[in-house]
């Protein structure tokens, strides 16, 4: 592939206070960018000593817009992450989420990472059950989505799992304004079907979140993935947008009690 200026978008916040050990590095799902994690995630993380970083993978974001979004896979995602690992200078602690929880199981494969912590990560093999609901509920965008091979047209039926129903209308509009539909369906493709994680046992920390309200993911891939790993396994009340739901703080103090054994200031 020729070359293309990808301007990809990096963001950062620097600890409070006395820093820990190693830095967060955020990574986004689908249609989302790195200001899903700067709302609440990275001021909270960063109060509590952590160096915070979030990417844009390319065409999402505030990164710059290709025109060749429909021919990215997700090796070219994963390319994304480790060129901020390479900005950010040393190798963190890395987060992802949904699709981006692919993306960082890829990137942990060669890369010398203290830990990986994969919020709702996309589920090996697809959820049939969740297929099912979401056509029964959008049938017409979920039929475009697959004629089409573009995501975006499937983006209603994403929504319904994404937040929780207790969210306020404004936040819910907030969140739906800024989401975009730019992520490449054969990417999407890749992390569930034909490319996906190759979970193994590791002597890398590895924590696997639920949301306890995301019907999008079975409960026992979330399980068999931790497993696979050797890792842990916690359930938040949360939906399936962990970082961004009306209880995204208790989600992040779980989170960080698992962190703070293992990484002091």
Not at 56 to 63: E, L, P, Q
Not at 182 to 211: H, I, K, N, Q, W
Request: aromatic share 10%.
């Amino acid at each position: 592939m020729d070359s293309i200026d990808l301007g990809r978008e990096l963001i950062s916040l620097r600890a409070e206070g006395k820093r820990r050990s190693s830095p967060l590095l955020f990574v986004h799902g689908g249609f989302h960018g790195a200001w899903c994690w700067s709302d609440h995630f990275m001021p909270w993380f960063a109060s509590r000593g952590f160096d915070c970083h979030a990417i844009s993978i390319r065409d999402h974001g505030a990164s710059r817009r290709t025109g060749r979004d429909a021919e990215w896979r997700l090796r070219d995602y994963v390319d994304d992450v480790r060129w901020a690992i390479g900005q950010i200078g040393e190798c963190p602690i890395l987060v992802g989420h949904s699709l981006g929880g692919s993306i960082v199981q890829k990137v942990a494969l060669d890369a010398s990472c203290p830990a990986m912590v994969l919020l709702a990560p996309s589920p090996i093999g697809g959820s049939n059950r969740a297929a099912l609901r979401m056509m029964l509920s959008h049938p017409r965008a979920l039929m475009r989505a697959m004629v089409k091979k573009d995501l975006a047209e499937a983006l209603p039926a994403f929504l319904g799992f994404f937040l929780s129903s207790d969210l306020s209308s404004a936040r819910r509009d907030s969140i739906a304004a800024r989401l975009d539909g730019l992520t490449s369906f054969a990417a999407a493709a890749d992390a569930f079907y034909t490319d996906p994680p190759r979970p193994a046992a590791t002597e890398m920390p590895v924590l696997v979140v639920a949301g306890k309200q995301d019907w999008s993911i079975p409960r026992y891939k979330n399980a068999r993935l931790a497993k696979a790993y050797g890792g842990t396994l916690i359930d938040v009340p949360t939906a399936h947008d962990i970082m961004c739901d009306t209880r995204w703080e208790a989600a992040a103090l779980q989170i960080f009690e698992w962190l703070d054994l293992r990484f002091s200031n």
